[in-house]
């Protein structure tokens, strides 16, 4: 599987941006996938993360109520929708996948290249 994510951007504090991770492969739809974040100085985080069939999502407490994990098997694309943005958020957003693995720890074994989402003040 190989996941290319996009939509990053610069957008002003109380702003949305939606990231997209297109996948390549036609089994994704039995993997699950999941949203990470880095930001400048920082280690990698847990964003939020989706089963395979998109029935079940996991959300660090930070981004809970902002931000909206969703997929669309048919087209292979797993969505983060962020809203309410802050200056906090902005990173390099990574999306990832596994076939076995589902949930908040690192241990996806596909990883996009990142988007950068810059949030102004």
């Known amino acids: 599987v190989q996941l290319q994510a996009s939509g990053g951007g610069l957008v002003q504090a109380g702003g949305s941006l939606r990231l997209s991770c297109a996948a390549s492969?036609?089994?994704?739809?039995?993997?699950?996938a999941a949203w990470f974040r880095q930001a400048p100085g920082k280690e990698r985080a847990f964003v939020a993360a989706?089963?395979?069939?998109?029935?079940?999502?996991y959300y660090s407490d930070n981004m809970k109520g902002r931000f909206t994990i969703s997929r669309d098997n048919a087209k292979n694309t797993v969505y983060l929708q962020m809203n309410s943005l802050k200056p906090d958020d902005t990173a390099v957003y990574y999306c990832?996948?596994?076939?076995?693995?589902?949930?908040?720890?690192?241990?996806?074994?596909?990883w996009g290249q990142g988007t950068l989402v810059t949030v102004s003040s």
């Open positions: 990832a996948a596994d076939l076995y693995y589902y949930g908040i720890g690192d241990r996806y074994g596909y």
């Open positions: 492969g036609r089994t994704f739809s039995k993997y699950a």
């Open positions: 989706i089963n395979w069939s998109g029935g079940n999502t």
